[in-house]
């Protein structure tokens, strides 16, 4: 497995599959992280924002990092979400992380209010306190972070290391961050859908962490990109685009339509809030998915 400090491309984040008794479906999970594993990503995170992490239990979260750190079975990196509502219970979910497996954990500020940067400041560095392995920000608008404090955890706490830059205009605020050129961040992300991939790319991104429908399809123009076949790569992103852009439309039960469409999920439930898909959205993802498919890369065998 590569150093974190070489970590690039797709990290691709799963859903959460439910079963039609809305309990997760351990043996689909493990089928998606072969998926997200076969499709030759840099790296998976989980569970966060895409895995519906909120409507889970304490129990449910960390049955998704212990699954999935089998499932992957040590062959690429994983990324362990340990954001909470408060320190402890965030303490709690990196120290079990690690104990597990997760080759990192990840975490937003605490997400039940809008703390001030003394705050965030604590958590980190009680985060950081309670593992070996390296802690990732996930800069989002929720507390944001300006470059020169993201700088300052990375800079005076052990473990901080890796950034999650999603602040808008994300591909501006990683250009900014990336810029300052600190030693003391090892990489930055992006990630808001894939959906500025290439000019965050441009800007001194180290890859993407987005939702694992077309991670195949998302990592192949990372390595287009990295052979120097940009208009190769500039090609089947645009094909993507419109599926990465739907995906902001009709949330994660279009993103689990489509593991459906491509042989990884039994069905597209979810537990969040989101309207249920209607027939003007199943049209339209049909029509997304016309334009997508032929250019798969993985496929069920």
């Known amino acids: 497995m590569m150093k974190p400090t070489e970590w690039s491309g797709a990290f691709a984040i799963p859903m959460t599959p439910f079963d039609d008794h809305d309990r997760i479906d351990e043996t689909i999970l493990g089928d998606e992280i072969e998926f997200c594993v076969q499709s030759g990503v840099g790296g998976i995170v989980v569970p966060v924002m895409v895995s519906e992490f909120r409507a889970l239990s304490e129990e449910e979260r960390r049955l998704m990092v212990r699954v999935s750190v089998e499932a992957n079975a040590g062959r690429v990196p994983i990324v362990a979400n340990c954001a909470a509502i408060n320190t402890h219970l965030a303490v709690e979910y990196a120290a079990y992380c690690q104990k597990v497996g997760a080759d990192s954990v990840i975490a937003m500020p605490p997400y039940a209010l809008v703390p001030d940067f003394e705050t965030i400041r604590a958590y980190f560095q009680a985060i950081s306190d309670a593992v070996t392995i390296p802690v990732w920000i996930q800069n989002v608008g929720l507390a944001p972070l300006s470059p020169d404090q993201v700088i300052q955890l990375c800079t005076e706490i052990e473990n901080v290391r890796w950034v999650k830059e999603e602040v808008n205009p994300s591909p501006q605020s990683i250009g900014r961050l990336v810029s300052r050129n600190s030693p003391a961040v090892e990489g930055v992300m992006g990630g808001v859908g894939g959906r500025y991939l290439m000019t965050e790319r441009e800007r001194g991104s180290k890859g993407v962490v987005h939702a694992c429908q077309f991670t195949d399809v998302v990592q192949r123009i990372w390595d287009l990109l990295d052979e120097g076949r940009q208009s190769e790569a500039e ?41 249920p898909l209607n027939e003007h959205d199943m049209k339209e993802i049909d029509r997304v998915w016309a334009r997508i498919e032929p250019h798969l890369i993985w496929h069920k065998k």
């Open 235 to 275: 090609d089947l992103f645009e094909i993507v685009l419109p599926g990465l852009v739907t995906e902001q439309l009709l949330g994660m039960a279009y993103a689990k339509e489509i593991m459906v469409r491509r042989g990884v999920f039994k069905n597209h439930r979810i537990r969040s809030s989101a309207h």
